[in-house]
């Protein structure tokens, strides 16, 4: 079955420790993103990716990095991990279109992160 | 500056009809989706509208005026399921999506 799998889906961890959150799809989408979600606020896209070997940064400022080697996984890192990071991260990928067309998201089911 | 306005929060009931307005300023308009997500979990895609008029998808359908700058979902015939929070998003002129907060919908029996 085609989905997006989001690990670890919950994470609580010590400030300045480096962390990895896990994304990968099995649709075959060239686009993938990761959103930023915090209780009754907008999505915040922080990351893209067009497809392997391209990455960009999305309109909110971020302290995390992200890769995209295979097409179906895309790996976002903390490397030193903050309270201000706190925070729910939404995985997301879509097929690769241009103009008004609907390329639909599909979400991951989240990676709620807890820095103490 | 770029930005979706909806309803916070709004209350139904079981069985009634609600209307999720959305009201939107952007620079550009390249379509604008509908999505549910329910409380822990991954948003999904309900609705898609490019064109104006009304997209009808079983209980639920979709209105969009451009030259107003408004969408509307509208749900028929609610169910206690269908609490959830109902997101609005606009692909503005460079195909970027802008998201509304949500508005969360609390049915009651």
């Known amino acids: 079955e085609a989905d997006i799998y989001q690990t670890p889906r919950y994470l609580v961890i010590g400030t300045g420790k480096k962390i990895t959150l896990e994304c990968s799809q099995t649709?075959?989408?060239?686009?993938m993103y990761w959103y930023q979600q915090d209780p009754g606020m907008e999505l915040h896209l922080i990351h893209y990716?067009?497809?392997?070997?391209?990455?960009e940064k999305g309109d909110l400022s971020s302290e995390s990095t992200v890769s995209r080697i295979r097409t179906e996984h895309f790996p976002l890192t903390l490397e030193s991990a903050r309270p201000s990071h706190t925070s729910q991260y939404l995985c997301?990928?879509?097929?690769?279109?241009?103009?008004?067309?609907?390329?639909?998201?599909?979400f991951g089911a989240g990676s709620r992160l807890t820095v103490l | 500056g770029q930005n979706i306005d909806q309803p916070t929060e709004m209350t139904a009931t079981e069985g009634a009809i609600v209307q999720i307005n959305c009201t939107y300023q952007t620079s550009g308009f390249n379509g604008l989706f509908w999505y549910q997500q329910h409380a822990g979990e991954a948003p999904t895609f309900l609705s898609y509208n490019v064109l104006d008029g009304l997209e009808e998808k079983g209980r639920f359908s979709s209105f969009l005026s451009r030259s107003k700058g408004y969408s509307y979902l509208l749900l028929k015939e609610l169910q206690m399921k269908d609490s959830a929070s109902y997101l609005c998003a606009v692909k503005d002129s460079n195909y970027q999506l802008i998201w509304g907060a949500g508005t969360k919908l609390i049915i009651k029996p």
């Open positions: 990716s067009y497809g392997v070997n391209s990455t």
């Open positions: 649709m075959g989408h060239d686009k």
């Open positions: 997301a990928s879509s097929e690769l279109s241009t103009g008004d067309g609907a390329n639909v998201l599909t």
